[in-house]
Nanobody, 131 residues
């Protein structure tokens, strides 16, 4: 069993910055894909960014356009999402997720985009972008 705990959400002004954290515990992460999803009111949960724990390769949703950056700290078993110059449309509950990578096509086939392919989820952290 793996536990994911997000933190760092809150109110941020447009053009500001915010860093979300996701601390993982319970299982070694070397065979996992760690990702961030988000869900705005009335909308479906959508993929934001992913990182391969084994080789640190990152993957982003097209709409991210360089404003959001995913990273990790191996020593702390923590994944981060840096929001730079956020916009009001970035307002959502942000979720951390972990998927055991069992297929060699996991990344080339973009399995990481679908929420159905994840094994563990955090409780979510609210991000509100407003002036």
């Amino acid at each position: 069993q793996m536990t994911l705990v997000e933190s760092g959400g809150g109110l941020v002004q447009p053009g500001g910055s915010l860093r979300l954290s996701c601390a993982a515990s319970g299982r070694p992460l070397d065979t996992y894909c760690m990702s961030w999803f988000r869900q705005a009111p009335g909308k479906e949960r959508e993929f934001v960014a992913a990182i391969s724990w084994s080789d640190s390769t990152t993957y982003y949703a097209d709409y991210v356009k360089g404003r959001l950056t995913i990273s990790k700290d191996n020593a702390k078993n923590t994944v981060y999402l840096q929001l730079n110059s956020p916009k009001p449309e970035d307002t959502a509950v942000y979720y951390c997720a972990a998927a055991l990578v069992e297929s060699r096509f996991y990344y080339t086939g973009k399995y990481y985009v679908s929420a159905f392919n994840y094994d563990y989820w955090g409780q979510g952290t609210q991000v509100t972008v407003s002036s």
